[in-house]
């Protein structure tokens, strides 16, 4: 006969370390996958566990835990937008799941990489490099594309995008953090031609901000 504890599901942990860390921002530490170089793992600094920092905010009392969770927030968006369209689409990172790690539960993410195998590069360090010109149009796409996709994005600023530079040099942008809604009525979500304007205006922003780094602003 089995014996019982054999029947009982393996729970595997990540090993995951910190000579593994590859970037940080200020809620998320971003991990190498241990097994595959194609995803990463997105894990909460220590202070930044969602339940932790609800139980320290004023406005602890009408938002719920899950709008504090960016892990849970770009999960949701990206499963709702891969079920409506039926596939994962290119301008935003694409989402596996869940996995425990020694820092807790990490989000099981496509690591963007360019042509070459290296780490796509953010926004702000790409037109750093490069100046703002050769990114333009591919500014343009990317935020058409959200629009078309129904994608709710409250954070498309230039350190949540990174650039990918696909085989003979073209340009695609990838959001990689801020996705969902931050409304309490979640008006974008509702309304796709609402959504569109919304992204429309976050996109001349973001377009003024790169023409002046591009200036050394
Ligand atoms: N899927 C990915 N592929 C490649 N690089 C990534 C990916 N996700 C994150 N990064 C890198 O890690 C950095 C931090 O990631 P992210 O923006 O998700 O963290 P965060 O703590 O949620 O951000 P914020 O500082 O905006 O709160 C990004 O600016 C980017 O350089
Ligand atoms: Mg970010």
Redesign the pocket.
Known sequence: MANASMEMPIESTLEVNESKL???????K?YRHPETADK?I?VFWDDQIPAKRRAQRWDRWFKSVRRFD?NENDYRQYLRVKRRFGKAIGCI?AIYGYADTPFGRGLV????RNADGT??E?LVSYVQEHGPSRILPSLDTLFEELAKFHVVAK?PHA??I?VRELDGGKLELVL???LGDNNVIPFATISKALNRKKLMRKKLSLRRRILRMGEGG
């Open positions: 590859l970037a940080a921002g200020t809620r998320r971003i990463i997105k960016d990172y993410a496509e690591h963007v780490t796509s953010t954070d350190e949540n990174v990689i953090d801020g």
